[in-house]
């Protein structure tokens, strides 16, 4: 270790150790670590508005104490960034909460940093395996993909699917999918006839789609990314005609996500996914989050689950600080949220108290047109825990 480095960690560490209590502060600092810009922007302007959103709805106080917070960019799957700014935010900022984190890595590389400072870390969209048990001082508000998929699973089967060829994108979330689907799907009684992983951020799937289309599955489960990753997929599943062939596509909602359905287009119509939210959820709070969402964005943006995910992040922020009468003590923060229940845009959802993870309903919806705007409509209800 060079003695630079030496000096550095002996900072943080320093740093760590007597960094003072927000406790005797009036403000309340939560550091929010997404993605900004490059091509995955989307996300983090989504969790800004759902934390916007939330504060326009409930205020910006809680405890008698007010409510900050601080947005550092990423500018995509860039962990070691997402480590430094973790740091810099607890060490430099003071930070009382991490929050954010769009990317499982991400959230990997930032879960020591919460340990070490005993800070609370609320994840807003990371949806690795069990990635809460990285860290005692995380909880996850967004949804896990392992959990996620094995409605679609059993749908499809149930729909008269016998084969399946799963595509995933080639990092954690997408070999969780990848296992997920493949476990489920043969628990039913079906068959996997291939598999194949893609990079991250491709937009070329001509060669994988031809290869499942010599397969001749009856379904192809899907799970990439959005922003042009997605469209990229459906526009090669029309192209190539599969549907005419018998072969339906079916995945998570990441590749109808919300904020790409007008440029999915017709493409997508019928494909048939699995989510823990829609925009059009049927639901008083959401119609509310909706209306103020778009205050904030414009007429045509549309919310998504991290948009959500960062609404009910910090209503569990404001819930923990008011059990603790605005003690910001993370041992104390941590016990607040466990076994944690409330109303969210997407449903009831409760904080569990032995893995610290979200539980909520996955709903079935099917891609349309309806009154001329492309929507993602549910049709069919996956109660928590089935």
Same mark, same amino acid.
């Given at each position: 270790?060079?003695?630079?480095?030496?000096?550095?960690?002996?900072?943080?560490?320093?740093?760590?150790?007597?960094?003072?209590?927000?406790?005797?502060?009036?403000?309340?600092?939560?550091?929010?670590?997404?993605?900004?810009?490059?091509?995955?922007?989307?996300?983090?302007?989504?969790? %800004?508005?759902?934390?916007?959103?939330? %504060?326009?709805?409930?205020?910006?106080?809680?405890?008698?104490?007010?409510?900050?917070?601080?947005?550092?960019?990423?500018?995509?799957?860039?962990?070691?960034?997402?480590?430094?700014?973790?740091?810099?935010?607890?060490?430099?900022?003071?930070?009382?909460?991490?929050?954010?984190?769009?990317?499982?890595?991400?959230?990997?590389?930032?879960?020591?940093?919460?340990?070490?400072?005993?800070?609370?870390?609320?994840?807003?969209?990371?949806?690795?395996?069990?990635?809460?048990?990285?860290?005692?001082?995380?909880?996850?508000?967004? $949804?896990?993909?392992?959990?996620?998929?094995?409605?679609?699973?059993?749908?499809?089967?149930?729909?008269?699917?016998?084969?399946?060829?799963?595509?995933?994108?080639?990092?954690?979330?997408?070999?969780?999918?990848?296992?997920?689907?493949?476990?489920?799907?043969?628990?039913?009684?079906?068959?996997?006839?291939?598999?194949?992983?893609?990079?991250?951020?491709?937009?070329?799937?001509?060669?994988?789609?031809?290869?499942?289309?010599?397969?001749?599955?009856?379904?192809?489960?899907?799970?990439?990314?959005?922003?042009?990753?997605?469209?990229?997929?459906?526009?090669?599943?029309?192209?190539?005609?599969?549907?005419?062939?018998?072969?339906?596509?079916?995945?998570?909602?990441?590749?109808?996500?919300?904020?790409?359905?007008?440029?999915?287009?017709?493409?997508?119509?019928?494909?048939?996914?699995?989510?823990?939210?829609?925009?059009?959820?049927?639901?008083?709070?959401?119609?509310?989050?909706?209306?103020? $969402?778009?205050?904030?964005?414009?007429?045509?943006?549309?919310?998504?689950?991290?948009?959500?995910?960062?609404?009910?992040?910090?209503?569990?922020?404001?819930?923990?600080?008011?059990?603790?009468?605005?003690?910001?003590?993370?041992?104390?923060?941590?016990?607040?949220?466990?076994?944690?229940?409330?109303?969210?845009?997407?449903? %009831?959802?409760?904080?569990?108290?032995?893995?610290?993870?979200?539980?909520?309903?996955?709903?079935?919806?099917?891609?349309?047109?309806?009154?001329?705007?492309?929507?993602?409509?549910?049709?069919?209800?996956?109660?928590?825990?089935?």
């Amino acid at each position: 270790m060079t003695l630079l480095r030496r000096i550095k960690t002996s900072v943080l560490a320093v740093a760590l150790v007597v960094a003072p209590s927000a406790m005797a502060q009036d403000v309340v600092k939560v550091g929010l670590i997404t993605s900004l810009t490059g091509p995955f922007a989307e996300f983090g302007q989504q969790m %800004q508005a759902g934390v916007k959103a939330y %504060q326009a709805m409930h205020g910006d106080t809680v405890a008698g104490k007010r409510v900050e917070v601080i947005f550092r960019d990423t500018g995509g799957a860039n962990p070691e960034i997402a480590k430094r700014h973790a740091q810099e935010l607890f060490v430099r900022e003071k930070v009382d909460f991490l929050a954010g984190f769009a990317f499982t890595p991400s959230a990997l590389a930032a879960a020591p940093i919460a340990t070490q400072a005993k800070i609370p870390m609320v994840v807003m969209n990371a949806a690795g395996e069990n990635l809460p048990s990285r860290s005692p001082y995380m909880i996850r508000v967004a $949804f896990e993909v392992a959990s996620t998929v094995p409605p679609i699973a059993k749908w499809a089967y149930r729909e008269g699917a016998r084969t399946a060829y799963v595509i995933a994108a080639d990092y954690a979330p997408g070999l969780d999918a990848e296992k997920a689907f493949i476990k489920a799907f043969e628990a039913e009684g079906g068959k996997i006839i291939g598999t194949v992983r893609t990079p991250i951020v491709t937009v070329d799937f001509s060669p994988y789609i031809m290869r499942i289309k010599d397969a001749k599955p009856d379904v192809i489960f899907a799970f990439v990314n959005g922003g042009d990753v997605a469209p990229a997929l459906l526009r090669e599943y029309r192209t190539r005609n599969l549907e005419a062939d018998g072969i339906k596509l079916i995945g998570t909602g990441d590749i109808v996500d919300e904020p790409i359905v007008n440029v999915i287009g017709q493409n997508g119509v019928g494909v048939v996914t699995v989510y823990p939210y829609s925009m059009h959820h049927d639901s008083e709070l959401n119609r509310r989050f909706v209306a103020e $969402f778009l205050k904030l964005r414009e007429k045509n943006a549309r919310p998504a689950i991290m948009a959500v995910a960062a609404y009910d992040g910090m209503a569990a922020i404001y819930k923990a600080l008011e059990k603790t009468q605005g003690d910001t003590d993370g041992a104390k923060l941590m016990e607040a949220f466990k076994g944690m229940e409330f109303e969210s845009p997407r449903g %009831q959802i409760r904080i569990d108290p032995e893995t610290r993870d979200v539980i909520h309903n996955q709903y079935i919806r099917r891609f349309d047109k309806v009154d001329d705007v492309f929507v993602n409509v549910e049709f069919e209800t996956f109660k928590a825990g089935e």
